[in-house]
């Protein structure tokens, strides 16, 4: 299994094999939070408006994201999983576009299959891509807004292709660097309360979903994310 490590849009759109487009502060970890919640479908959106026209076609539909990390206007909950935690999904379709995460999903169209990256099903994600076993997965790191490298999504991509190489990693360590990042210091400002601690936290909770997420298109050409449960328990070596 060949494993590259790329950037941003132009890394998505190059991306071979399995792709994982790896976005941890916070889209793709919203995303699983999005369905523990029980929401039936996520639909991954890279522009504000399209957003706003896709969530008209739901009766149960609800939009979700940010631009520089604030909720959008309008919008029902921000690109935040304290504010997913905290709110009734179930059954509902939820309308999902961000600043850097979504952007790589809709791009990554060289790729045979995408998946979501973030911490909090890590495993469950290097589990699935090892049960496939291909020839090249690509790790997408998606940054601060899709533009500069960020410690979290560096930490993420190397914590995947350590765990598809089965060679150890030390997890508890990764949060201790997360906490001392300049990258997490938003999450401890008391002038950004759109980017509270309970979101650090949670999107550090390791391992916490055994699901992974694939991005497929549907019958009228959209992209939406599908929970694929994982058995990590048969043949998991970590
Ligand atoms: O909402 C977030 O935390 C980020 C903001 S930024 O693009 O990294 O500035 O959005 P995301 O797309 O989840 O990275």
């Keep these: 299994m060949k494993i590259d490590i790329v950037n941003f849009v132009d890394g998505a759109r190059n991306a071979e094999g399995i792709a994982v ?13 999005c369905f523990s919640k029980g929401v039936s479908k996520i639909y991954p959106i890279g522009d504000v408006d ?8 739901f ?6 994201g940010e631009r520089k990390g604030k909720k959008l206007p309008g919008f029902d909950y921000g690109n935040s999983p304290t504010e997913i935690m905290a709110a009734n999904l179930l059954g509902k379709a939820v309308v999902h576009t961000t600043h850097a995460g979504t952007q790589g999903l809709v791009n990554a169209v060289n790729a045979d299959e995408v998946l ?9 994600t290097a589990k699935y891509i090892k049960d496939r076993n291909p020839d090249k997965v690509t790790l997408v790191k998606m940054g601060l807004e899709a533009k500069s490298q ?19 990693f030390d997890e508890t360590a990764i949060v201790e660097t997360l906490c001392n990042s300049p990258y997490s210091e938003r999450f401890f400002d008391p002038d950004k309360p759109w980017c509270p601690s309970s979101d650090f936290d949670l999107c550090l909770d390791m391992n916490r979903f055994s699901f992974a997420l694939r991005s497929i298109p549907d019958e009228t050409g959209n992209l939406h994310l599908e929970k694929v449960n994982v ?7 970590w």
């Design 50 to 57: 399209d957003a706003y026209d896709l969530v008209k076609s």
């Design 59 to 64: 009766d149960d539909g609800i939009l979700v």
């Design 21 to 33: 487009v790896i976005d941890v502060f916070r889209a793709f970890s919203v995303a699983c939070y």
């Design 116 to 124: 979501t990256g973030a911490f909090v099903n890590a495993k469950a």
């Design 231 to 237: 058995d990590m328990a048969e043949g998991n070596r």
């Design 150 to 168: 960020s410690d979290e999504d560096d930490l993420c991509a190397e914590y995947i292709k350590m765990l598809l190489n089965n060679q150890p």
